[in-house]
């Protein structure tokens, strides 16, 4: 495999700010690859559009990628793996991975009880696809649903540690908490962000699942498997990390130096219409 392919940039994207708690994983995890991050600021949320519209921007996102010749693209959002991932990987000659295969392939291997709940966007849950891959899995394991739409604007108001965010979550996992889940998907990107919230409320003997920890344990794994994992250190002051948003680039700057350790020197804005 030719070194000019393990040089070339991972290409992540997302609905918007929330892919980066998996760019977050992948930093931590490989952090010789080069990023090329997609965060669809202008169209989101996904959560409550159709799959036509999901697949339609995703296919034009993951065009942009290939613009930007990345290796392998990871779809960071949730609700975009469900609806267009599998659509689109037949579409293109790169691999792709999303972010719910890896998250449901632990919960499955975690629960002890065969009770696993998953909170997602309303796309996610209703698209069933947590349950498909478990019960492929491990067909004695139930699966409970529960859409939480109310979180993703919360994290994106920073109320991350306030009585709000307590009294939402309360009440959203009450049913869970009912009917004894031991494991608990964090099945949207911006959940891992609420996460000392989320466990408070579910107690400390309910494991939470972080399909980003997950899915850059994969990506590792993919990239070893093909031959293309970045083995070479970066070179000193190299910009390893480009930024891309469909709008509201100055905010989503902000965001990001909020959650990522690496200090986010820019992000542009592109028309993503035109892919
Ligand atoms: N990124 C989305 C997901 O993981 C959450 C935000 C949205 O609804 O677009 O499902």
């Given amino acids: 495999m030719s070194d000019c392919l393990k040089d070339a940039p991972i290409g992540v994207f997302d609905s918007g700010f929330g892919g980066l708690t998996v760019v977050r ?10 990023i090329v991050y997609f965060g669809d600021t202008a169209r989101v949320p996904y959560g ?16 942009f990628l290939q613009t930007q010749n990345v290796k392998t693209i990871v779809v960071a959002c949730n609700t975009a793996s469900a609806y267009a991932l599998d659509e689109l990987e037949k579409e293109i000659d790169i691999p792709m991975i999303g972010v719910v295969k890896p998250g449901a392939k632990v919960a499955a291997d975690v629960t002890q009880n065969g009770k696993v709940g998953v909170i997602a966007t309303s796309a996610t849950i209703g698209s069933e696809i947590y349950t498909t891959y478990i019960k492929k899995l491990k067909p004695e394991v139930s699966v409970t649903g529960k859409a939480c739409p109310l979180f993703v604007p919360l994290v994106e108001e920073g109320l991350l540690e306030d009585p709000v965010t307590d009294e939402i979550a309360s009440r959203y996992l009450l049913e869970l908490i009912d009917i004894d889940i031991d494991t608990l998907i964090l099945g949207c990107t911006h959940y891992p962000l609420i996460r000392n919230t989320i466990q408070r409320v579910v107690g400390e003997k309910v494991t939470l699942v972080n399909p980003a920890y997950e899915t850059a344990r994969e990506l590792k794994l993919l990239l070893e498997e093909k031959g293309i994992l970045q083995d070479k250190k970066p070179d000193l002051g190299e910009n390893r990390y480009q930024f891309f948003v469909s709008d509201g680039a100055e905010k989503f700057k902000t965001f990001a130096n909020s959650i990522l350790k690496y200090g986010i020197l820019s992000a542009k804005t592109i028309s993503i219409e035109d892919y």
């Fill in 25 to 34: 994983e992948i930093m931590r995890q490989i952090p010789n690859e080069k």
């Fill in 48 to 63: 409550s559009k159709s799959k036509e519209t999901v697949t339609r921007f995703s296919r034009q996102i993951t065009h």
